[in-house]
């Protein structure tokens, strides 16, 4: 970890952030239970239900995040004027998250992933969702809640999934009204929009979206491989850093003519699942702060990482990001 610096000073810091969070906001339900017989009406499982359990996804869990870390998220999306759009609030009143930025259209679904759990494995996985752009009047009124949070905000934050919320005429108009207002701006992409993004502060794709994003064919297995991606990636996209998340192997960041990849700790991994979701929303917060690319890139790291030691898609515990941080430093 990064020589002198005052964690106790830096975590501080990020209290009372404000991080407008714009992108695909949605709702994870969980059908849990036992398995011990086969139906006799088909060949399949029967799970005999022993609980439920609803929980916010995709821009949702970057929100609690930053939630976690002392700052203050703001959902800016489109939802459904439907139950689940109603249940996605209910979740968001009670992690007290505001929901004044969240448009409601009866043109969408809110997207709800529902995964039916029997002996602690995924049986099966029912989408509910519309992927298809939101349309003029939706942009349009999405649009007049980002400019209004825009004012507030310290850093923004695009969070696409391919559902929607998001596309190619508003990220522009998304973009340089960050740039206008002198805002940071950091990217988690998904293939569809991957070179929309042009201007912002920070791109964080995982190796994966930016092979697939630039149609790359090697499989980027060194570190050189890497860089003349990350090189065509900003040629593309003229952004101001990249930050290549490498999964074991830690993260890539490059700024300028300056790089360094950050390696990964050694952990007891029990799940990966929501792991991009804490490294965007650390970065996010640093970025805010203006953090030298070294503690950006060590801290978003570490909290990846440490995520990965629970099981389901859980926020980081501020706490335990703190005293790991110290502990290595020290």
Known sequence: MTNQINFDELFKKFNGLKVLIVGDVMVDNYIIGKVDRVSPEAPVPVVDVTSFDSRLGGAGNVALNIKAMGG?????????????????KILLDKQGLTSRAILSSDKRKTTTKTRILGNNHQLLRID??????IDTLDSFLLEEHFNRELEI?????FEDYNKGVLHAKNIEKFIAK?????????????KSNFLSYKKTTLFKPNLKEIKEGLNVENNLE???QILD????LESKLNNVISMITLSERGVLIKKGNEHMVIPAHIRNIADVSGAGDTVVSVAALCLALNTDIKTLAELSNLAGGLVCEKTGVVPIEKSALLSEAKRIQA
């Open 72 to 88: 203050i998220p703001i959902l800016c999306s489109v939802i459904g004027k439907d139950k689940e759009g109603e249940d996605l």
């Open 128 to 133: 509910h969702e519309v992927k298809s752009e």
């Open 153 to 157: 905000a310290d850093v923004v934050i």
């Open 178 to 190: 960050s740039i206008a207002s002198n805002k940071p701006s950091i990217v988690d992409p998904k």
């Open 222 to 224: 060194t570190i050189e």
């Open 229 to 232: 991606a990350v090189s065509l």
